[in-house]
């Protein structure tokens, strides 16, 4: 069983920049696709950024492109989502999860097998 514990939410500023960070308890943690999605008060979860299990390659959300950035350091069981230029809108409780398809990132939180428990993102303006 593979557990995700998703770090580094918080309150900011409108402008200021949060890094968030995604532990996994798993050996095989090299092999996976990580993707991160949000849920804002009210809204369905949606889709954020996903990256391949050699970092290689990466998707973003149009809302989210040039502000936000995925990465993934497998030596340290660890996937991060660093956010630049916050604004309210990106206001949400923000969760990482494991995907095992293979080709295009799926958007369907369906798709993902693994979550974590999620992190609180609160941006005031």
């Known amino acids: 069983q593979v557990q995700l514990k998703e770090s580094g939410g918080g309150l900011v500023q409108a402008g200021g920049s949060l890094r968030l960070s995604c532990a996994a308890s798993?050996?095989?943690?090299?092999?996976?696709?990580m993707a991160w999605f949000r849920q804002a008060p009210g809204k369905e979860r949606e889709f954020v950024s996903a990256?391949?299990?050699?970092?290689?390659?990466?998707e973003y959300v149009d809302s989210v492109k040039g502000r936000f950035t995925i990465s993934k350091d497998n030596a340290k069981n660890t996937a991060y989502l660093q956010m630049n230029s916050l604004n309210s809108e990106d206001t949400a409780v923000y969760y990482c999860?494991?995907?095992?398809?293979?080709?295009?990132?799926?958007?369907?939180?369906?798709?993902?097998?693994?979550w974590g428990q999620g992190t609180r993102v609160t941006v005031s303006s």
């Open positions: 798993t050996g095989t943690f090299e092999y996976y696709r």
């Open positions: 999860a494991i995907g095992m398809t293979y080709g295009t990132f799926p958007h369907a939180p369906s798709a993902y097998k693994y």
């Open positions: 990256i391949s299990w050699d970092g290689t390659k990466t």
